[in-house]
């Protein structure tokens, strides 16, 4: 979601960080190998550029966002919430990986908040869209 506010160099990070996301509890799920590929749908540009490998240094990933301004900030981690939200399934690995984030990013609890209120009102319409559909 927004990922096409990104340039080619964020969106090709925010890939590292996608795909460390998928791959943080083990062998990625239907479910997130789906919202990898929406993901991968969205930056389409960048997509022959893109190894589909984990990046050799996460931190490295992590302080190129660092030092991003606040909306690309936002939109990474908007879009890494809504990996880790969208099979329903608790994760430890991936709650503290998007907590030790949120912090380095400086998101506040409040906009962390507003972000997660997003992935719930999408989720929301897509659901009654689909009820709206069959019925």
Sequence with gaps: MFLSYLNRK????FLDLAVYMVDIDGEPTVVEKRILNKMLAEVEDVREEYTFQKTASIE???SFFVECNSVVKNIVYLNLV??????DLY???ELLFLEGLQ???EITAEKRRDLI???????????????????
């Design 10 to 13: 964020e969106k090709l990070k």
């Design 60 to 62: 490295d990933t992590i």
């Design 82 to 87: 809504t990996i880790s939200m969208e099979d």
């Design 91 to 93: 994760n430890t690995s």
């Design 103 to 105: 912090n380095k990013f």
């Design 117 to 135: 209120s997003i992935v719930y009102a999408e989720r929301d319409l897509r659901e009654r869209a689909s009820r709206i559909i069959k019925d």
